[in-house]
């Protein structure tokens, strides 16, 4: 079995809040007395796509364990590539990566669109996620920012992904895919796409509120906790999720 922490929207914005609760997931996460295998961090790093909210970011998310960062709608693919991969130039391709957990392949795809809330996974997304499908040596977790399928909240529902139907088809055509996990919206919530499970990570910076908690727009909550999620997979490919917040 492994063990995955996942993060996700913290939002980094230079304010002391952003910082401070960040600081107070990676520390929690980093004094688990369990073995933690692997971190994914699904997006919304920096709030402004400012070069100076990934320096700060990048000094944040510092884990004692292998770790896979990616973009989501509020970040810039170019500051994001200079800050966290070292690329001088940065460039406006997508951030795709892998990383290998044993016999586990977590494929972390960009779903950001330059100059767009929703997501979508462009055409080479697809073909290297294919690929990687293709050459896993065993279960594969696709994480990526965007919800694939609606979470019932009416706000991030119409900023989700774009022509989910597409990657549907792939994960479809691939039993080895074990579950998908994403953030975005902002709270914990569990559903299904294509026969799999999805988990949405509990938002770092706020939390999402249903339509039956609120009517403000945009619903979120800045007083709720921060929170993460533990992944585990079974040699057999079965995901188990618990969500915890950090108090």
Same mark, same amino acid.
């Given at each position: ?56 970011? =990048? ?17 810039? =693919? ?93 994960? =479809? ?70 969500? =915890?917040?950090?108090?």
């Amino acid at each position: 079995m492994i063990t995955l922490a996942h993060v996700s929207d913290v939002h980094i914005d230079g304010s002391p809040r952003s910082v401070e609760r960040t600081e107070r997931v990676v520390r929690h996460v980093s004094r688990l007395a369990g073995p933690i295998d692997a971190v994914l961090v699904t997006g919304d790093i920096a709030d402004h796509g400012a070069a100076d909210e990934y320096e700060i970011a =990048r000094e944040l998310l510092r884990f004692p364990y292998p770790s896979i960062v990616c973009p989501g709608n509020h970040d810039s =693919r170019a500051e994001f590539r200079k800050v966290f991969l070292g690329e001088a130039s940065g460039g406006a391709e997508p951030v795709d990566q892998v990383l290998q957990v044993g016999d586990v392949t977590v494929a972390l795809c960009d779903s950001s669109v330059p100059g767009r809330n929703e997501g979508r996974l462009e055409d080479g997304t697809l073909r290297w996620l294919a690929g990687v499908l293709g050459a896993a040596p065993g279960p594969v977790l696709i994480g990526m920012h965007h919800q694939p399928v609606p979470v019932a909240i009416p706000y991030v529902d119409e900023i989700g992904l774009l022509e989910p139907e597409r990657l549907e088809e792939l994960v =479809r055509a691939h039993p080895r895919v074990a579950g998908v996990l994403v953030g975005h919206a902002h709270t914990a919530a569990a559903t299904t796409f294509a026969g799999r499970p999805v988990y949405v990570a509990p938002g770092v910076a706020s939390q999402a509120l249903l339509p039956q908690e609120s009517a403000a727009m945009p619903p979120l909550s800045f007083d709720m906790p921060p929170g993460f999620a533990l992944h585990m997979l079974s040699g057999d490919g079965r995901l188990t999720t618990h969500a =915890r917040v950090v108090l």
